[in-house]
């Protein structure tokens, strides 16, 4: 009785008597689910494209942050570095395509998988040969990013917005915005989604494959870099970051790995969601550290019920 | 081609319906997905030791129907009596313990694996041995799996495929690939076979070898058997009768000779607006 | 010219079933066993033995358990590390609350606990599949290394949060522990890998691995057959998960001693993975193959520029070592996507056929 005291009422109970804090915690959890929806969208991209299920997406964000930080370091100016940097995704999306994807063609999807693995271990062990493997700080001020917070006092109470999470929410939006406008819009967008659908009708039509590779790693590495910005203000820049390319997994699980809507979504709802147990039901009850597995947890429940994900197609199943 | 003999005169092998006898009766089943009617109240039975085929445009609904009767879709409305039993829901792997097999459309051979061993999982039903003594292949689990080599080799020399034996199905050409899947089919010793399209897709040789396979798996193992064909001469030339679908309905029923002449049927085929 | 086939004729479909039908083979797998337990033992060195010997056979156990469910069954698993902790900590409670068991008995007891998680987590692969079901095994992965860091219990409470081999006698000798000696602990584990590997090269090519290879192939064709997908999928688990976690049971106990929960994060599950992967998905030859590579990879990596005079610190040996390794997975995926077991095959069958190209 105690005990579900404890699961059912408890939380709630604490959730209404403190509003400013549960505001404050929902608003933390928000932050990070826009830094997992970003991944997954990077992730999303490539999927549609190629039907590659990109595990690397998550380290990229890392190494795109690590080149900016550690270009920096090695006494290029921030705004050259940027630049810069984007340079490096460049070179990295056409090293993927012509060293990875291009002799891999047509092999089945594990081994595309697998190779991504391979791809994530070797920007682990390059970055950190480059560019050391201990933690660095963001330059978040060379950059041009506020980091100052904003007070409110809602309900009587206390919550700080820190001005460099409300720029990250603003600008993934933005990012989001264009990268939608670009994908519905434009013919190279057209050519994206057409090889999602079907590749050797994409390529009879004239599409080259190969660029639009390029491109799709490369808009993912633009994401990256984009993430890799934001996360790296609030946390550090290192390798040991990976863990979130570990959650954008569940993310797509959540959201379907075709749907764009569905990674903003899902990622969204996982930030705020395993905050709000991790706070609410985690701390007191279990020990803390939740959030570890709450994501695959999550995802993988609603899985059973629905196991082409939130949005995904259903899937039909014929011989 | 040959003239049958009299399906009466021959004893059925088992399960107490005579030969003759109605084996499956599909009365009135509908079937949908969301709201697309793949069937539509459709009745037909299969008697016991001839050949039926199942015919129709594109779309008509026959794979659905073999996909019905095999239990991989379950139809919203009717009743399926095979063997004397109605059954409404069943898991398409219980369909093989009741005496069903079936072949695919577009080969559904276990591709990294040999013939032989593709022809083997078609008796795992059959095989029971559990896992303590296959951890040591000896004794009970060896013998077993010598005793279904025995039969699995039978079905490769009546096929005539001892020569590919060892080699990994994705490798074979497409007409080898439908013979070793109709090997996988009469490895699990059906009652009623069903075949879905068995001579897509192959030249003229291969037909002509493929409709012997099915007359001989008829006549000598006395096995009914249900077919989709898009070869018409085949049709006509291996069937007892003929069911016609067209867009989910059965617009004709009845031996070759009567449905070819059936005016909904050459309305069908020809394209008649609808 | 070694390898000629020609006049082995078999009379029986017995003969034809035998575990090396290859007359040559089976003299081959001789000359390994001797080598594995006359020569090595009279001639490796303590390092040998804790650096590459020990490692590479609780490795290639570990792969080939992973392999039963990803190679033979088609199920992708993410979680391998934390299902030989599964079989880490039950092993090490069942020591620590019966002190009097014997080890091996400890060890096999170990891997039904292993068992019982895995096909609880294969449960959700009745319904999801392919990468879909990767999320159900990193579930797993993340949800039992935080158990393990959290529930006290498991490791009885010690204030290191680690858990600690004891000394364990079987028949007067010590085998594990502080005290045990790296030759008895090689020897310990040779012969559970060689029991577990003929027992799995035995499953694998019988009815059960026919099913399981079905339901990699084509599972709507499969349940088709007569398959029933949801007893071989679990059965995979099932059998998959016991492997593993013996091999998670002999990892702490008869190599490193000790344990902490993170020894069984993600990195563990992947250079499992890699070790089935490079080796050669579906084949048991493989595991061994992959499991020399990876293992000897950073020793080779640390000593040879040390050979030509070039120092490297620890840390540049360890990046280096994680960049050759991805890199060399994406070679292995380009040459030959099947792994190093193919490879061998390919090299076999050149020698059946020497001197004549084709």
């Not at chain 3, 089976?26 to 009279?42: D, H, Q, S, T």
Request: aromatic letters at 10%.
């Amino acid at each position: 009785m105690e005990f579900l005291n404890d699961v059912l009422v408890q939380p709630f109970a604490d959730m209404a008597a403190a509003p400013d804090f549960l505001l404050q915690v929902l608003w933390e959890g928000l932050v990070g689910g826009v830094l997992y929806a970003l991944i997954a969208l990077g992730f999303v991209l490539i999927y549609k494209s190629s039907r590659i299920f990109n595990f690397a997406q998550g380290i990229m964000v890392v190494f795109a942050a690590l080149t900016l930080v550690g270009l920096y370091e090695k006494g290029v100016p921030a705004l050259l570095a940027l630049p810069l940097t984007l340079a490096v995704m460049l070179v990295l999306a056409m090293t993927i395509e012509r060293v990875v994807l291009r002799p891999l063609v047509n092999q089945p999807d594990i081994i595309l998988f697998m190779a991504t693995i391979g791809i994530t271990l070797f920007l682990i062990g390059f970055g950190e040969l480059i560019f050391g493997g201990e933690n660095k700080v963001m330059i978040t001020e060379q950059l041009f990013i506020p980091t100052g917070s904003i007070v409110f006092e809602p309900f009587g109470g206390f919550v700080s917005i820190e001005e460099k999470d409300l720029t990250a929410v603003i600008g993934a939006m933005v990012l989001v915005a264009a990268l939608l406008v670009f994908l519905n819009k434009s013919k190279i967008g057209r050519a994206i989604r057409a090889l999602g659908d079907d590749h050797q009708a994409a390529l009879s039509v004239g599409i080259s494959l190969s660029t639009i590779w390029v491109i799709v790693w490369f808009i993912a590495g633009v994401i990256a870099l984009a993430t890799g910005i934001v996360w790296g203000a609030r946390a550090g820049v290192s390798f040991a970051l990976e863990v979130i390319a570990f959650k954008a997994l569940p993310v797509l699980m959540l959201g379907g790995l075709e749907s764009v809507m569905g990674a903003i979504i899902g990622g969204l709802a996982i930030g705020i969601l395993e905050k709000l147990f991790e706070i609410y039901w985690g701390q007191p009850l279990l020990g803390g550290n939740t959030e570890a597995w709450f994501a695959y947890m999550l995802a993988l429940l609603v899985l059973l019920f629905r196991p082409q994900g939130l949005f995904g197609e259903k899937i039909i199943e014929r011989v | 081609m040959n003239p049958r003999p009299d399906p009466n005169q021959l004893t059925a092998p088992d399960d107490g319906i005579a030969r003759g006898g109605v084996l499956l009766d599909v009365k009135n089943v509908s079937l949908s997905f969301g709201g697309v009617k793949a069937i539509t109240d459709i009745s037909l039975d299969v008697l016991k030791g001839e050949i039926r085929a199942i015919i129709g445009p594109n779309g008509a609904g026959k794979t659905s129907m073999l996909n019905v009767i095999n239990g991989f879709y379950t139809p919203q409305e009717g009743a399926i009596i095979f063997r004397g039993r109605e059954r409404r829901s069943m898991k398409p792997h219980e369909a093989v313990g009741q005496g069903i097999a079936r072949t695919f459309q577009n080969v559904a051979l276990f591709k990294g694996m040999s013939t032989l061993d593709n022809i083997m999982a078609g008796r795992s039903v059959m095989m029971k041995r559990n896992i303590g003594w296959q951890m040591l292949w000896h004794g009970p689990a060896l013998r077993e799996e010598i005793e279904h080599r025995e039969k699995v080799e039978e079905i490769i020399d009546f096929l005539e495929i001892q020569h590919i034996r060892r080699t990994p199905v994705g490798k074979l050409p497409y007409g080898l690939q439908k013979r070793v899947e109709l090997g996988r089919a009469l490895a699990m010793e059906p009652t009623l076979l069903l075949l879905d399209e068995p001579m897509a897709g192959m030249n003229l040789e291969e037909k002509e070898d493929m409709s012997r396979f099915i007359i001989d798996v008829n006549q000598q193992r006395g096995t009914t058997i249900a077919l989709i064909e898009h070869d018409m001469g085949v049709v006509m030339d291996l069937s007892d009768r003929v069911v016609v679908l067209d867009y989910g309905k059965k617009i004709a029923d009845g031996p070759p000779d009567e449905v070819k002449n059936n005016q909904d049927v050459i309305d069908a085929y020809l394209g008649v607006p609808h | 010219m070694f390898y000629r086939t020609a006049g082995q004729f078999k009379t029986s479909y017995q003969a034809d079933h035998a575990l090396f039908p290859v007359r040559q083979d089976a003299f081959l797998l001789g000359v390994i066993l001797i080598f594995a337990f006359v020569i090595f033992p009279l001639t490796a060195s303590e390092f040998t033995f804790r650096a590459l010997l020990i490692p590479v056979l609780i490795y290639s156990l570990a792969a080939l358990g992973l392999n039963i469910l990803t190679g033979y069954a088609g199920q992708l698993s993410l979680g391998t590390g934390a299902f030989m902790g599964v079989g880490a900590y039950a092993c090490y409670k069942l020591i620590t609350i019966f002190p009097e068991m014997n080890i091996v008995v400890a060890i096999a007891m170990s891997g039904f606990f292993s068992a019982a998680i895995g096909v609880l987590f294969g449960l959700p692969s009745l319904r999801i599949k392919g990468f879909y079901l990767a999320i159900a095994t990193l579930a797993a992965q993340f949800f039992l290394v935080w158990l393990f860091q959290k529930w006290a219990w498991l490791y009885n409470y010690n204030a290191s949060g680690a858990i600690q081999v004891p000394n364990i006698e079987m028949f007067g000798i010590t085998v594990a522990g502080p005290r045990a000696t790296a030759i008895t602990q090689y020897y310990f584990v040779l012969c559970v890998v060689c029991v577990i590997t003929f027992f799995a090269i035995n499953i694998t090519r019988g009815r059960i691995g026919r099913m399981w290879k079905a339901v990699r192939d084509m599972d709507i064709a499969a349940e088709l057959v007569g398959i029933n997908l949801m007893r071989s999928k679990l059965m995979a688990f099932f059998v998959s998960s016991y492997v593993v976690g013996i091999a998670g049971a002999l990892f702490v106990f008869l190599w490193r001693g000790a344990a902490e929960a993170n020894l069984f994060d993600i990195p563990l599950s992947f250079r499992v993975l890699f070790i089935a992967i490079i080796g050669g998905l579906g084949s048991i030859l493989g595991n061994f193959l992959g499991a020399i590579l990876i293992v000897a990879l950073p020793v080779i990596i640390g000593s040879v520029p040390q050979a030509f005079g070039i120092p490297l610190d620890s840390a540049m040996v360890e990046h280096l070592n994680i960049m050759i390794i991805g890199a060399l997975i994406i070679a292995f995926l380009i040459i030959e996507p099947h792994g190093l077991a193919r490879f061998w095959a390919m090299i076999r069958e050149k020698f059946i056929l020497w001197p004549f190209p084709h």
